[in-house]
């Protein structure tokens, strides 16, 4: 049968008839869904084409059912389909039908659906009422096309998939209900008050839900036309799902209501009945967390939107445990109704709130309303205890980690404390109950010395028991995770046993016995001397003897091995060695390389590259190894004698690659290599034995032979047993205590050198002792950044900052006393590592103590019941396994409770978006620390960031041009780092003022300026981050005065701010941004470009210390008045401009107490400069690159403090250096002055 445009008489005809019924429809469809489905096999093109016939049969019988009523191009569509089944079975030949389906009636089925315009045949208006029958099968089409369209959308409906599938589920469950009142399952005469106003809402109900389908439909059928460009942003169809579910939760309310009256006359409604009770607590929790989010984005914070989130906080506790049978059976759609006029209640509330009327009767009615929700509270709690719960559960049953007891209390007390000073939602409901248990227990634990807890076991063991039932009702309460028995009875039973134990503890223990709790928040921390630059004591014999070995003997290459058991001071001797002044005077080039288990060759030979060219900034591992690193390592090595240290090389494989590009000529070149593998040194054939492990060395005098004979030799154990003894009283009876516990000591393997360190942890403080153990996170013999320790620590709790010390000071602190421990090696002044046996020390002890964990490959963990770690480190390889699939961290849907009570996580190596729909984040709610760099966030996730109002710490990788306003529920957040991808600039938008606890922002290029519409973002008058210290990269249009942005940051120390000029905005119109506003800073990173900026109408803040400049023409002017900044120590100036190419006069200029001056790639060929006026306490000069440069005056020989000149890719400057080098040299009658000149090839300088 042939029906288009040859046959328009007969479509008239057609459309003048009513229509293929709607029962023979849907019988053509499904008889020839299962004609193709019989086929499919048969032949591979068939496939797209059943794929596109389902389609196109979706949107017909939609179509059909949502038009007002018969028209021509329905008409044809319908008498077409039914024509094609009726020859579909009466065809011999299938392959003769797949041709004519593939090739004719197809591509005409699309046409005409297509020019039918399916979307048009729906109006916004309602259409007329429906039959009961109509609506029945309309229903059933939209069930079909619901379960549909996600094969069709999936890149629309997936990151929503959640909300897509509660949304299916209640519509099903609406559905039935329908269909049971049809058939007469409700009884509608004893219900007809409460069923009449519902009916009407069906068919409205059905009609959006329609039009959102229909939308998804049209859309689908725009993409076969070659010029649709008007892709449907995903945020959209999210509106869209969110905006059908809030529809239809007040449908299932009132179904739910009708149920409820009916539950006794029917089977059938009782079926329905448990579908609901599934399905209700879902919807309710969907809907109460849309409205969270819109009262924290929509509402202004007062007492009554508090305590709007204490109450939903509350109903979610409620409403996550509905489903796990703790509530009486017959009670339980009592508590629903509960639970939904509670919910009305908030509603209501809000929408007043959001009215905004200010007169005084108004506001004191919505105070009042928001006090009788805590009212409302306190009564339910009383009904949940006495009349819905069931008998509680007996937390005795519970498993705990922890079996160091000291450190669990400090991690407690920490814990405690910050849930005390949060202004989180999620801890208001209990705050109370909280601040006493932290109280209390502060209390007991002052009682419990070391000895206390020897003499009175069975007392302490009692307090850790009470503690963890707290810590754990408490978490459970915030997690919502089987929360609501914790809170009802757990959490009240426990506060009073806490009570009772510190009744019996002060009467059995005298105070003064006891210790000061280690974090009371009065209690001042004091600051030991620095430990950085102590003398490393020891080896002086075999120290000399590598020495001759280096500097004498053959011409060729030879190799000096160091064999020997961990602990025995094999880093410590090569370390002193390489150092020594002799050596670095003896070769033109020194390399030092921590192998490790490092299996990437070409990793090595970049690090080992870097520092021979001079390079020490830190490379990117995943993008800065060059392919041809070995070949390049060789050229640079040639012709030089080069000293390299290979340190803790674990096989041969490894050495023999990294040795290979070795140039072997008659320089007599070194290696060294440390080892614990005498394997290696049979390798080379190395005969020499650097020091035997039977050996003990007497360097420790003051502690005594006694303790150096129990120590046999181990530099290691002789190091941390001195950081014990350093630390106690010089009394005789306190080194014979150390002596007394070494007594059972044998140090002959690696178990009982950690018997040392043990004991050197138990004599650290109790607040750094944690902190130690969190140093195992690092990888082994990584440089560990001191800076960076105070993120890692302050992310987990750990820093008691106090109003007498700020975290920084702390920080340094707690590694003074680590470093004078010896348990912390330190390298250099902002460097420190562990040793190898410390670190293993510390990861055991995180590992039995389930602090943190590391996951990769096969030890993902499953969804089993085993407890899991407070803070989790993914390395995510995606050969291994699948964070997308079946990762329990990410999927609340796994079995496994303990996810929740997470702390931190860290995901690194990631890929790019590389978690499913099915990954969430909302369920971590106890979070602290997050770092997802790893890990491109969808909108989706990004926005469920928002609900972990216990975040400190926060690292997220994003496409997004601006943070979502949820993220403004973060009140907790200290540290935020963006990657923000593709260059794109960050708007910092109004939830970033709500931050108030901010102290570090750090992004690629962030700004106030919306770029998109050339407009600042409007802030309001009391916008202000008082505690904001850190804050780049900053970026600047310069159009308008900044002192406005720059005062709301009063305490800030660190900035780095780009300016650059509008691509419509001449360089006249430029302002210099008003920095001396910001009477705090200390460091300035500032780049423009040479034409961006031409005057500097502001001065720079007098507190500076550090100054960057990038990109900038400076004239002697401008340098003078930098001159005159009082604190300024080091100056780095790059890619600028001095006196437009030409002459730098520093003619009565003087750096008072700049120590550093670092040039790169800076323009001028004249310096004129009395050095020693100039730069009277100058200790470092470094220039790079400098090319129109000729040399460096000589008057740099006065300056009495210089110690070093380094030159890069400046070969002009070479012989300038040497003379003042020898100047010097000559002057002090010693080798007082470092200075390299190293020749860079331009490539590699552009690294630089």
């Known amino acids: 049968m042939e029906i288009g445009k040859e046959n328009e008489g007969e479509t008239e005809i057609l459309a003048s008839n009513s229509l293929v019924s709607s029962a023979v429809l849907r019988d053509d469809i499904v008889n020839l869904q299962d004609f193709i489905e019989r086929l499919k096999n048969e032949q591979d093109q068939i496939v797209d084409q059943t794929e596109k016939l389902t389609f196109l049969l979706a949107c017909l019988q939609l179509c059909y059912y949502m038009s007002d009523g018969p028209n021509a191009e329905m008409s044809c569509i319908s008498y077409e389909v039914h024509d094609l089944v009726l020859s579909l079975f009466h065809q011999s030949s299938g392959d003769d039908m797949m041709v004519k ?94 069923l009449s106003p519902v009916l009407p809402q069906f068919q409205l109900m059905a009609e959006t839900v329609g039009h959102f389908c229909l939308i998804l439909l049209s859309c689908q059928l725009d993409k076969t036309d070659e010029k649709y460009d008007n892709e449907l942003p995903v945020s959209q169809v999210n509106f869209n799902i969110v905006h059908l579910l809030l529809k239809i939760i007040p449908v299932s309310l009132d179904v739910m209501h009708i149920c409820y009256l009916n539950a006794s006359k029917s089977k059938e409604v009782g079926r329905l009945i448990k579908q609901l009770q599934e399905a209700y607590p879902d919807l309710l929790i969907e809907y109460l967390i849309h409205l969270q989010e819109h009262v924290t984005n929509n509402i202004t914070p007062s007492t009554t939107s508090r305590n709007i989130h204490v109450m939903i906080e509350f109903l979610f506790i409620i409403l996550y ?14 508590l629903l109704e509960v639970v939904e006029a509670l919910i009305e209640e908030v509603t209501i509330l809000v929408r007043n709130l959001e009215e905004k009327t200010t007169s005084e009767d108004n506001m004191n009615v919505t105070s009042c309303a928001g006090l009788n929700l805590l009212e409302n509270i306190e009564l339910l709690k009383e009904d949940l205890k006495n009349v819905f719960l069931k008998a509680r559960a007996d937390s005795s049953q519970l498993c705990f980690p922890m079996s160091d007891g000291p450190l669990f209390m400090t991690f407690l007390l920490t814990n405690l404390k910050d849930l005390v000073d949060s202004n989180a939602s999620s801890v208001a409901l209990i705050k109370e109950e909280i601040k006493k248990v932290k109280e209390d227990l502060e209390i007991i634990r002052s009682f419990f010395g070391y000895a206390e807890q020897e003499l009175h ?35 009240p039973d426990t506060l009073e046993k806490i009570k009772l134990v510190k009744k019996e503890v002060q009467e059995k223990i005298p105070k003064s016995s006891g210790i000061v709790v280690a974090n009371a928040p009065n209690k001042p921390v004091e600051r030991k001397s620095p430990t950085i ?47 020594d002044k002799s050596i670095v005077d003896h070769f033109d080039v020194c390399a030092w390389c921590t192998v490790d288990q490092e299996r990437n060759e070409k990793k090595l030979l970049q690090k080992i590259f870097n520092q021979v060219i001079g390079l020490k900034e830190q490379f990117n591992e995943d993008h800065d190894i060059d392919d041809d690193i070995a070949v390049k390592l060789r050229r640079q090595l040639f012709g030089k004698r080069y000293l390299i240290v290979l340190d803790d090389m674990w096989d041969t494989a490894t050495l023999d690659e990294l040795t290979r590009p070795f140039p072997e000529l008659q320089k007599g070149s070194r290696v060294i290599l440390t080892s614990r593998k005498k394997e290696i040194r049979r390798k080379l054939g190395v005969e020499k034995r650097v020091f035997g492990e039977e050996r003990c060395p007497d360097e420790l005098q003051d502690v005594g032979k006694k303790i150096a004979r129990k120590c046999d030799g181990l530099p290691l154990v002789l190091d941390l047993i001195g950081g014990v003894i350093s630390r106690k009283e010089k009394k005789e009876a306190l080194w014979l205590e150390v002596q007394n516990n070494l007594s059972s000591f044998i140090f002959k393997e690696e178990e009982e050198v950690m018997k040392v360190i043990q004991l050197s942890y138990d004599h650290l403080s109790d607040h750094v002792k944690p ?16 800076s960076e320790l105070k993120d890692l620590w302050i992310a987990q709790g750990l820093v008691q900052q106090t109003e007498m010390k700020s975290a920084e000071e702390v920080v340094e602190i707690y590694v003074d006393e680590l470093i004078s421990s010896s348990l912390v090696i330190p390298f250099f002044k902002f460097i420190c590592k562990i040793h190898d046996l410390v670190h293993d020390f510390c990861y055991i002890k995180s590992r039995k103590e389930k602090l943190f964990d590391f996951i990769g490959g096969s030890n993902a963990p499953s969804s089993s019941s085993g407890m899991m770690a407070r803070g989790i480190t993914i390395r995510y390889d995606q050969r291994l396994f699948h964070l997308d699939e079946n990762f329990v961290v990410f999927n609340p849907e796994k079995k496994n409770p303990y996810v929740k009570h997470l702390l931190s996580l860290k995901v690194y190596d990631g890929i790019k978006d590389c978690l499913s729909y099915k990954s969430h984040l909302k369920h971590l709610r106890l979070l602290k620390s997050l770092d997802l760099n790893g890990i491109t966030l969808t909108d989706s996730l990004l926005n469920e960031i928002g609900m972990l109002d216990h975040l400190k710490h926060l690292i997220i990788q994003t496409k997004a041009k601006a943070l979502p306003p949820s993220l403004s529920n973060l009140c907790n957040l200290e540290i935020l780092v963006v990657n923000n991808l593709k260059g794109s600039c960050m ?29 600042t973002t409007v802030l309001d008058e009391d916008s202000r981050l008082e505690n904001l210290r850190t804050l780049y990269k900053l970026y600047l249009p310069g159009l308008e005065d900044t ?14 701010v780009c300016i650059e000029q509008l691509p419509d905005c001449s360089a006249e119109k430029i302002c210099f941004p008003r920095l001396d506003v910001l009477n705090e800073l200390e460091v300035l990173h500032l780049s423009a470009s040479w034409d961006s900026l031409s005057e500097y109408t502001h001065g ?6 550090i100054l960057k400049l990038k990109g900038l023409a400076l004239t002697s002017d401008t340098l003078s008045r930098i001159a005159r900044l009082p604190n300024l120590q080091a100056l780095y100036l790059k890619d600028t401009i001095i006196g437009e190419g030409k002459e730098w006069n520093m003619e009565d200029v003087t750096f008072k107490n700049l120590k550093s001056l670092k040039l790169v790639n800076v323009s001028f060929s004249e310096w004129q400069v009395d050095a020693e006026e100039s730069f009277p306490m100058l200790e470092m000069l470094d220039i790079r690159k400098c090319d129109e440069l000729m040399d460096i005056p000589d008057s740099v020989g006065d300056i009495a403090s210089l110690k070093l000149i380094h030159v890069l890719s400046s070969p002009q400057l070479k012989n300038s250096t040497f003379n003042i080098k020898e100047y010097v040299d000559e002057m002090t009658g010693e080798d007082k002055l470092g200075s390299d000149h190293i020749y860079q090839p331009v490539k590699a300088s552009n690294r630089s």
């Open 771 to 786: 902190c130690l153990v969190y140093l195992a996170s690092y990888p082994k013999d990584k440089d560990i950044v001191i």
């Open 1100 to 1105: 720079f803040p007098l507190n500076l210390k």
């Open 321 to 334: 445990d509905v489903s796990k049978d703790i509530i009486h059976h017959d009670k339980l759609f009592l």
């Open 457 to 491: 076991r069975d007392l302490w063991t009692r307090v850790l028991d009470v503690a963890y039932e707290a810590e754990h009702a408490i978490n459970s309460i915030l997690a919502q995770d089987h929360g609501l028995l914790q809170l009802i009875f757990i959490l």
């Open 101 to 194: 389906l593939t090739d004719h009636v197809i591509p005409r089925l699309l046409e005409n659906i297509t020019s039918s315009k399916i979307a048009d045949h729906y109006h916004s208006e309602s259409s007329a009422t429906m039959t009961e029958d109509q609506l029945v099968e309309l229903l059933d089409v939209l069930l079909v096309n619901l379960h549909y369209l996600p094969k069709v959308h999936a890149e629309l409906i997936f990151p929503s998939m959640t909300q897509y599938e509660l949304l299916q589920n209640a519509f099903g469950n609406l559905r039935d209900f329908y269909a049971l009142k049809v058939n007469g399952g409700v009884e509608y005469e004893t219900i007809e008050y409460v």
């Open 533 to 579: 630059g102590k003398i490393i004591v020891g080896f002086e014999e075999e120290t000399e003897w590598i020495i001759r070995k280096l500097t004498s003997g053959p011409a060729e290459i030879d190799v000096i091995s160091i064999v020997g058991m961990p602990g025995i001071g094999k880093t410590t001797l090569a370390y002193r060695v390489y150092n």
């Open 1043 to 1056: 002192e406005d942005i720059f005062q709301r940051f009063p305490n800030l120390q660190n900035l780095r």
């Open 987 to 1015: 708007e910092l938008s109004p939830c970033f003022w709500s931050l108030a606890k901010l102290r570090d922002v750090r992004m690629k290029i962030c700004s106030f300026y919306d770029t998109y519409i050339n407009e």
